[in-house]
T-cell receptor, first 112, second 112 residues
Framework: DSGVTQTPKHLITATGQRVTLRCSPR?????VYWYQQSLDQGLQFLIHYYNGEERAKGNILERFSAQQFPDLHSELNLSSLELGDSALYFC???????????FGSGTRLTVV | DQQVKQNSPSLSVQEGRISILNCDYTNSMFDYFLWYKKYPAEGPTFLISISSIKDKNEDGRFTVFLNKSAKHLSLHIVPSQPGDSAVYFC???????????FGTGTRLKVLA
């Protein structure tokens, strides 16, 4: 158990819908990262937050947004969903930027 | 444009032999390198890391080698065990940034 909690584990939704993925970082970790893993693809960096502030952005679509709340949990919002958004979404956390990051077990999103 | 490449999607090795997983990167600004292991239905877990000031780091059966001039990273597992069967991702980072870039992964199968 990495200490990073992601909910829900599985999500099935229809095209055009909006979903929210939730992440609770390890106790004491201030940094939260979001990654997307599509079929046979590597882990694509989406976005990083540190202590509530956005610090880095990757290939995140405009339909996607995220935030980190004062209690340090984070949410990834995906809207106007398309079939191609079906993927595993991982959250990771670390005490500070850099060093090693610990991953949650992921949310598997299926868009039908 | 892939900044981190793992050119072997899969690798099969006999139990007890050496497993060598390779990773190439393009940007000489990367100065911290990590390997993660991922089992099905789980998030990636940290395995071993190395900073650019070293060329080798060892942890039990796992050794990471860094060749900065060739921009090449490798992970050696000796001896390989069936429990090592997993997908292995290399990741790179530039100190002071927050963007871990992952390769596409190599699926290792250790045959008993």
């Amino acid at each position: 158990d990495s200490g990073v909690t992601q909910t829900p584990k599985h999500l099935i939704t229809a095209t055009g819908q909006r979903v929210t993925l939730r992440c609770s970082p390890r106790s004491g970790d201030l940094s939260v990262y979001w990654y997307q893993q599509s079929l046979d693809q590597g882990l694509q960096f989406l976005i990083h937050y540190y202590n509530g502030e956005e610090r880095a952005k990757g290939n995140i679509l405009e339909r996607f947004s995220a935030q980190q709340f004062p209690d340090l949990h984070s949410e990834l919002n995906l809207s106007s969903l398309e079939l191609g958004d079906s993927a595993l979404y991982f959250c990771a956390s670390s005490v500070s930027p850099g060093g090693t990051i610990a991953f949650g077990s992921g949310t598997r999103l299926t868009v039908v | 444009d892939q900044q981190v490449k793992q050119n072997s999607p899969s690798l099969s090795v006999q139990e007890g032999r050496i497993s060598i997983l390779n990773c190439d990167y393009t940007n000489s600004m990367f100065d911290y390198f990590l390997w993660y292991k991922k089992y099905p239905a789980e998030g990636p877990t940290f395995l071993i890391s190395i900073s650019s000031i070293k060329d080798k780091n060892e942890d039990g059966r796992f050794t990471v080698f860094l060749n900065k001039s060739a921009k090449h990273l490798s992970l050696h597992i000796v001896p390989s065990q069936p429990g090592d069967s997993a997908v292995y991702f290399c990741a790179v980072l530039t100190s002071g940034t927050y963007k871990y870039i992952f390769g596409t992964g190599t699926r290792l199968k250790v045959l008993a």
